[in-house]
Structure formats: structure tokens, C-alpha cells
């Protein structure tokens, strides 16, 4: 318990509250003391990062993503967390290299992989990228959001089939999910892809 009584649970959902009504800085202030309560949260710790992001404040989100992974070296969220936040302020070795030694504790995160592939594409090494992309969807088919991110590498090489695949299967997940717009931008660029292809062998 704290010193006014409250548990940590209480005070994580004090910050949360906060954050859902978009009062991020006095968000950033509760997770503190939430912390002070629980200093090794690693939930607490992401989402205090997180709020940091979302306000702009990238390097601050770094050092809280430093202490989650100080407090469990072996958990993929944070490195993830870190490397999406060198991903905002353009850092892209950076982030290439944070994604890195994530993978060396969490080789099976999809979040990680996929991380690490978009700082690929961000430096144009788009075959890398490709790779690291199909690696996160060895461990996570069914998120659309990495096949929509592979299908835009493969369109920068003209492999329309599998850019056609990658946004069909997309598509198809954006409708299980009752995501119908979503799906449907998927399927209709699915078929931009395939009248390329035809294009070409006209």
C-alpha cells in the first residue's frame, strides 16, 4: 500500500483514467507515484513510456523503456516500445540496433521482428526488410498491419503476386475482425497489384 492508503492497482488506474481523458502530463505524474509503489512494473513502466511518446517526448519515453528492460531484461515489450520510439524522431540505426539486442532475449517476438523491419525499410533496405517482416509473421499471421506493411516493400519491387497475396490476406483479416473499410481499401489494392502484373505482361 501506499502512503494515502492506496494499492498499486489503484494508482495504475488513477494514471490510466488520466491518459483515456487525454490529461497525459498529470498521466506521466501518476504513473510516477504508481512507481514509487511498484518501481519494477514492467505495465506500468510501457505505458508511462508510451504517454511519453504520445506527447512528443521520445528520448524521456527511452530512459523509462531502459528501466523496464533493466527490470526484466527477457521481456519483448519494452524493447519493442524502444525501438518504436527511435522509429518516431527518425533514429533508424538506432532503432535497427535496439531491435537487435530485443532479439537476442526475445528471438520469437513478432512485435520485435516487425520492428525491426520497418527501421529496415526506413533505411531502404528493403530486402532485409522483407525478410524481418516475414520473420514476425512466423510467430503472428493475424495481425493485418505487418502483411499491409510487407505488401508496400514488395511494391517496391514489383513482386505484384505476392504484393496481391499479402494484401488479400490482410484483407481478409481487416473482415474477421468486422473491419469492413479496412478490408476493403486491402482487397481493392490487391487488385491495383494484379492489373500491374497483367500491365506488365501486356
Sequence with gaps: MSSDGQSFEQLLQAARNLKLRGENKKA?????????????????????????????????????FDAAIAAKPDDPSPHANKVQAYLTIGSFQEALAAADVGLLVAPESADLHANKARALESLLRIKDAIDAFNESLKYDSDNPETWKALALCLDA???????????????????????????????????MAENSKDDEMA
Design 157 to 191: 519491387q514489383a513482386k505484384w503476386d505476392e504484393v496481391a497475396r499479402a494484401y488479400r490476406i490482410a484483407g481478409s483479416l481487416h473482415e474477421k475482425r468486422g473491419e469492413r473499410a479496412d478490408a476493403e481499401s486491402c482487397f481493392k489494392f490487391a487488385e
Design 28 to 64: 506521466i505524474d501518476a504513473y510516477r507515484v504508481a512507481l514509487q509503489v511498484n518501481p519494477e512494473s514492467i505495465e506500468a513502466l510501457n505505458e508511462m513510456g508510451l504517454t511519453h511518446i504520445h506527447i512528443g517526448e521520445q528520448m524521456e519515453a527511452i530512459l523509462v
